[in-house]
Antibody, heavy 120, light 109 residues
Framework: QVTLRESGPALVRPTQTLTLTCTFS??????????VSWIRQPPGKALEWLAL???????YYRTSLKTRLTISKDTSKNQLLLTMTNVDPEDTGTYYC????????????WGQGILVTVSS | SYVLTQPPSVSVAPGQTASITCGGD??????VHWYQQKPGQAPVLVVY???DRPSGIPERFSGSDSENMATLTISGVEAGDEADYYC????????????FGSGTKLTVL
Protein backbone atom coordinates (compact mmCIF):
# COMPACT_ATOMS: atom_id res chain seq x y z
CA GLN A 1 0.00 0.00 0.00
CA VAL A 2 1.47 3.30 -1.14
CA THR A 3 1.26 6.20 1.31
CA LEU A 4 2.85 9.62 1.51
CA ARG A 5 2.69 12.03 4.42
CA GLU A 6 3.91 15.61 4.64
CA SER A 7 5.24 17.18 7.82
CA GLY A 8 6.70 20.51 8.80
CA PRO A 9 5.85 23.84 10.40
CA ALA A 10 2.36 25.30 10.12
CA LEU A 11 3.62 28.87 10.49
CA VAL A 12 6.73 30.47 9.06
CA ARG A 13 7.87 34.09 9.32
CA PRO A 14 8.58 36.07 6.15
CA THR A 15 12.21 35.82 4.94
CA GLN A 16 12.74 32.57 6.85
CA THR A 17 13.50 29.18 5.32
CA LEU A 18 10.76 26.58 5.11
CA THR A 19 11.68 22.91 5.33
CA LEU A 20 9.09 20.24 4.58
CA THR A 21 9.46 16.48 4.84
CA CYS A 22 7.59 13.83 2.88
CA THR A 23 7.69 10.37 4.43
CA PHE A 24 6.57 7.62 2.09
CA SER A 25 6.01 3.88 2.11
CA UNK A 26 4.94 1.15 -0.26
CA UNK A 27 7.51 1.98 -2.93
CA UNK A 28 11.21 2.74 -3.24
CA UNK A 29 12.81 5.83 -4.71
CA UNK A 30 15.68 3.53 -5.71
CA UNK A 31 13.42 1.82 -8.24
CA UNK A 32 14.13 2.81 -11.82
CA UNK A 33 11.63 5.35 -13.09
CA UNK A 34 10.22 6.30 -9.71
CA UNK A 35 9.79 10.02 -8.99
CA VAL A 36 8.24 12.21 -6.31
CA SER A 37 7.16 15.83 -6.65
CA TRP A 38 6.15 18.72 -4.47
CA ILE A 39 2.99 20.51 -5.54
CA ARG A 40 1.35 23.41 -3.74
CA GLN A 41 -2.05 25.06 -3.68
CA PRO A 42 -2.64 28.59 -2.42
CA PRO A 43 -5.95 28.99 -0.59
CA GLY A 44 -8.81 28.92 -3.08
CA LYS A 45 -6.47 28.60 -6.05
CA ALA A 46 -5.22 25.97 -8.47
CA LEU A 47 -2.51 23.38 -8.05
CA GLU A 48 1.03 24.50 -8.85
CA TRP A 49 3.90 22.12 -9.57
CA LEU A 50 7.12 23.05 -7.74
CA ALA A 51 9.82 20.39 -8.05
CA LEU A 52 10.61 16.75 -8.76
CA UNK A 53 13.34 14.30 -7.82
CA UNK A 54 13.80 10.98 -9.54
CA UNK A 55 15.31 7.61 -8.69
CA UNK A 56 18.63 8.71 -10.17
CA UNK A 57 18.68 11.88 -7.98
CA UNK A 58 18.07 14.13 -10.95
CA UNK A 59 16.12 17.20 -9.89
CA TYR A 60 13.80 19.54 -11.75
CA TYR A 61 12.33 22.84 -10.60
CA ARG A 62 9.74 25.40 -11.53
CA THR A 63 11.98 28.00 -13.14
CA SER A 64 10.35 30.96 -11.41
CA LEU A 65 11.18 29.45 -8.01
CA LYS A 66 14.39 27.62 -8.85
CA THR A 67 16.69 29.93 -6.93
CA ARG A 68 14.68 29.39 -3.73
CA LEU A 69 13.96 25.66 -3.86
CA THR A 70 15.99 22.58 -3.06
CA ILE A 71 14.57 19.07 -3.29
CA SER A 72 16.49 16.12 -1.89
CA LYS A 73 15.92 12.59 -0.71
CA ASP A 74 17.09 10.28 2.04
CA THR A 75 16.47 6.88 0.52
CA SER A 76 17.44 5.02 3.70
CA LYS A 77 14.65 6.78 5.59
CA ASN A 78 12.15 6.82 2.69
CA GLN A 79 11.97 10.57 3.01
CA LEU A 80 11.95 13.52 0.68
CA LEU A 81 12.82 17.07 1.68
CA LEU A 82 11.88 20.44 0.25
CA THR A 83 13.52 23.63 1.38
CA MET A 84 12.26 27.01 0.31
CA THR A 85 14.33 30.05 1.23
CA ASN A 86 13.21 33.63 1.81
CA VAL A 87 9.51 32.80 2.12
CA ASP A 88 6.86 35.42 1.44
CA PRO A 89 3.14 35.57 2.35
CA GLU A 90 2.44 34.54 -1.26
CA ASP A 91 4.01 31.16 -0.40
CA THR A 92 1.09 30.46 1.93
CA GLY A 93 -0.80 27.36 0.89
CA THR A 94 -1.18 23.61 1.18
CA TYR A 95 1.91 21.68 0.13
CA TYR A 96 1.57 18.17 -1.23
CA CYS A 97 4.05 15.48 -2.12
CA UNK A 98 2.91 13.08 -4.82
CA UNK A 99 4.29 10.08 -6.69
CA UNK A 100 4.76 9.72 -10.42
CA UNK A 101 7.04 7.84 -12.76
CA UNK A 102 9.33 8.96 -15.54
CA UNK A 103 7.17 7.29 -18.17
CA UNK A 104 3.62 8.14 -17.13
CA UNK A 105 3.45 11.85 -16.30
CA UNK A 106 0.56 11.60 -13.86
CA UNK A 107 0.37 11.52 -10.07
CA UNK A 108 -1.21 8.33 -8.81
CA UNK A 109 -0.69 8.80 -5.07
CA TRP A 110 -0.75 11.99 -3.02
CA GLY A 111 -0.08 12.88 0.59
CA GLN A 112 -2.85 14.52 2.58
CA GLY A 113 -1.09 17.88 2.36
CA ILE A 114 0.21 20.31 4.93
CA LEU A 115 -1.04 23.88 5.28
CA VAL A 116 1.78 26.37 5.64
CA THR A 117 1.06 29.97 6.53
CA VAL A 118 3.68 32.66 6.01
CA SER A 119 2.95 35.56 8.31
CA SER A 120 4.67 37.82 10.76
CA SER B 1 4.78 28.51 -20.57
CA TYR B 2 2.00 26.09 -21.46
CA VAL B 3 -1.46 27.13 -20.28
CA LEU B 4 -4.47 24.89 -19.66
CA THR B 5 -7.80 26.70 -19.55
CA GLN B 6 -10.85 25.33 -17.75
CA PRO B 7 -14.27 26.89 -17.13
CA PRO B 8 -14.48 28.12 -13.52
CA SER B 9 -17.73 26.32 -12.86
CA VAL B 10 -20.11 23.72 -14.26
CA SER B 11 -23.53 22.94 -12.81
CA VAL B 12 -25.60 19.84 -13.45
CA ALA B 13 -28.65 18.15 -11.97
CA PRO B 14 -28.33 14.73 -10.38
CA GLY B 15 -28.50 11.94 -12.93
CA GLN B 16 -27.47 14.19 -15.80
CA THR B 17 -24.13 14.30 -17.63
CA ALA B 18 -21.42 16.81 -16.79
CA SER B 19 -18.74 17.79 -19.29
CA ILE B 20 -15.66 19.63 -18.07
CA THR B 21 -13.33 20.97 -20.73
CA CYS B 22 -9.60 21.69 -20.71
CA GLY B 23 -8.21 23.80 -23.50
CA GLY B 24 -4.60 23.94 -24.53
CA ASP B 25 -2.55 24.47 -27.64
CA UNK B 26 -2.34 21.16 -29.51
CA UNK B 27 -3.44 19.33 -26.37
CA UNK B 28 -4.55 16.42 -28.50
CA UNK B 29 -0.93 15.50 -29.13
CA UNK B 30 -0.17 14.87 -25.45
CA UNK B 31 -1.65 12.78 -22.67
CA VAL B 32 -4.12 14.51 -20.39
CA HIS B 33 -4.84 13.48 -16.82
CA TRP B 34 -7.72 14.49 -14.55
CA TYR B 35 -7.99 14.85 -10.79
CA GLN B 36 -10.94 15.27 -8.45
CA GLN B 37 -10.44 17.33 -5.31
CA LYS B 38 -13.06 17.58 -2.60
CA PRO B 39 -12.87 20.34 0.04
CA GLY B 40 -10.06 19.82 2.51
CA GLN B 41 -8.78 16.74 0.72
CA ALA B 42 -5.89 15.89 -1.56
CA PRO B 43 -6.49 15.46 -5.29
CA VAL B 44 -7.45 12.01 -6.53
CA LEU B 45 -6.60 10.75 -10.01
CA VAL B 46 -9.81 9.89 -11.86
CA VAL B 47 -8.64 9.64 -15.48
CA TYR B 48 -5.13 9.17 -16.86
CA UNK B 49 -3.67 9.08 -20.36
CA UNK B 50 -6.73 10.81 -21.81
CA UNK B 51 -9.28 8.08 -21.14
CA ASP B 52 -8.02 5.37 -18.78
CA ARG B 53 -9.46 4.95 -15.28
CA PRO B 54 -7.50 3.92 -12.21
CA SER B 55 -8.90 0.97 -10.32
CA GLY B 56 -11.74 1.97 -8.05
CA ILE B 57 -12.91 4.87 -10.21
CA PRO B 58 -16.48 4.35 -11.46
CA GLU B 59 -17.12 3.86 -15.16
CA ARG B 60 -19.21 7.03 -15.00
CA PHE B 61 -15.94 8.94 -15.34
CA SER B 62 -14.52 9.07 -18.85
CA GLY B 63 -12.14 11.22 -20.82
CA SER B 64 -11.58 12.22 -24.41
CA ASP B 65 -9.61 14.74 -26.37
CA SER B 66 -9.32 16.47 -29.73
CA GLU B 67 -6.80 18.82 -31.26
CA ASN B 68 -7.13 21.70 -28.80
CA MET B 69 -9.55 20.44 -26.18
CA ALA B 70 -9.72 17.62 -23.65
CA THR B 71 -12.97 16.70 -21.92
CA LEU B 72 -13.82 14.92 -18.70
CA THR B 73 -17.33 13.49 -18.82
CA ILE B 74 -19.22 12.34 -15.76
CA SER B 75 -22.40 10.48 -16.57
CA GLY B 76 -25.21 9.92 -14.09
CA VAL B 77 -23.83 12.62 -11.82
CA GLU B 78 -24.26 12.01 -8.09
CA ALA B 79 -24.16 14.44 -5.19
CA GLY B 80 -20.84 12.93 -4.15
CA ASP B 81 -19.26 14.06 -7.43
CA GLU B 82 -19.42 17.69 -6.34
CA ALA B 83 -15.79 18.78 -6.25
CA ASP B 84 -13.08 20.72 -8.04
CA TYR B 85 -11.63 19.03 -11.11
CA TYR B 86 -8.19 19.71 -12.57
CA CYS B 87 -6.65 18.64 -15.84
CA UNK B 88 -2.89 18.14 -16.08
CA UNK B 89 -0.29 17.47 -18.74
CA UNK B 90 3.39 16.58 -18.69
CA UNK B 91 5.84 18.00 -21.17
CA UNK B 92 9.49 17.44 -20.34
CA UNK B 93 10.48 20.21 -22.75
CA UNK B 94 8.21 22.88 -21.24
CA UNK B 95 8.52 24.99 -18.13
CA UNK B 96 7.11 23.99 -15.81
CA UNK B 97 7.33 20.33 -16.80
CA UNK B 98 4.01 19.50 -15.16
CA UNK B 99 1.12 21.87 -15.84
CA PHE B 100 -2.24 21.92 -14.09
CA GLY B 101 -5.37 23.56 -15.38
CA SER B 102 -7.10 26.40 -13.60
CA GLY B 103 -9.69 24.08 -12.11
CA THR B 104 -13.46 23.68 -12.49
CA LYS B 105 -15.93 23.63 -9.63
CA LEU B 106 -18.63 21.05 -10.34
CA THR B 107 -21.89 21.86 -8.57
CA VAL B 108 -24.63 19.25 -8.36
CA LEU B 109 -27.91 21.11 -8.23
Amino acid sequence: QVTLRESGPALVRPTQTLTLTCTFSGFSLRSSGMCVSWIRQPPGKALEWLALIDWDEDTYYRTSLKTRLTISKDTSKNQLLLTMTNVDPEDTGTYYCARTTSSTGFYDFWGQGILVTVSS
Amino acid sequence: SYVLTQPPSVSVAPGQTASITCGGDDIGSTSVHWYQQKPGQAPVLVVYKDSDRPSGIPERFSGSDSENMATLTISGVEAGDEADYYCQVWDYSSDPRYVFGSGTKLTVL
